[in-house]
């Protein structure tokens, strides 16, 4: 089995949530391709099993979108691009928003077909309001996020 984990982050903290999910999939023997959003496009997103987004949460986005380079992934599949495939989101906020993130992310994917897993990672870490890195998610986030690859690798099994 294959996973795409697809994500954006400016500070690190989102890049490091996907990169827990991901040891909790390789974790099960699913291998995994960890991609920036910007980069994203590039991936053959038939041949994965498994596709996951990740975004931090900004503010300026409503509280209820992905950051722009993941709404421009999610733009770049077809209406049925995720159909077949286990899909599901995490998000990284350093105040508040996180769970309205995630919610639409989710939406997101169940529109392109995704067979989707609610109730993904909300990380909390990073300054709110700043790009300065501000404080790493805590040790609880990290095995919630590791966690959460093993639920993906039994739900697509």
Same mark, same amino acid.
């Given at each position: 089995? #294959?996973? =795409? !984990? ?8 989102? @890049?490091?949530?996907? *990169?827990? !999910?991901?040891?909790? =999939?390789?974790?099960?023997?699913? *291998?995994?391709?960890? @991609? ?7 991936? +053959?997103?038939?041949?994965? &099993? !498994? ?9 300026? @986005?409503?509280?209820?979108? +992905?950051? %722009?380079?993941?709404? %421009?992934?999610? &733009? ?5 691009? =995720?159909?077949? #495939? ?20 989710? *939406?997101?994917?169940?529109? @392109? ?11 909390? /870490?990073?300054?709110? =309001? ?5 404080? &790493?998610?805590?040790?609880? &986030?990290?095995?919630?996020? *590791?966690?959460?690859? %093993? %639920? !993906?690798?039994?739900? /697509?099994?």
């Amino acid at each position: 089995m #294959k996973a =795409l !984990i697809v994500y954006h982050s400016k500070t690190g903290h989102t @890049r490091q949530a996907a *990169e827990d !999910i991901a040891k909790g =999939l390789e974790s099960t023997g699913v *291998e995994c391709v960890v @991609r920036d959003a910007a980069q994203a496009a590039s991936e +053959p997103v038939g041949l994965f &099993d !498994i596709v996951l987004v990740g975004s931090p949460t900004y503010g300026n @986005r409503g509280y209820h979108k +992905p950051a %722009r380079p993941v709404e %421009r992934f999610m &733009d770049t599949l077809s209406p049925k691009g =995720l159909e077949g #495939k286990v899909c599901a989101a995490f998000t990284v906020h350093a105040a508040m928003g996180g769970a309205s993130v995630l919610s639409g992310m989710e *939406e997101m994917l169940a529109e @392109r077909g995704g067979r989707v897993v609610s109730g993904g990672p909300v990380v909390k /870490a990073g300054a709110p =309001l700043s790009l300065w890195k501000g404080p &790493d998610a805590s040790q609880a &986030d990290v095995q919630t996020c *590791e966690e959460f690859g %093993r %639920r !993906i690798a039994a739900q /697509a099994s």
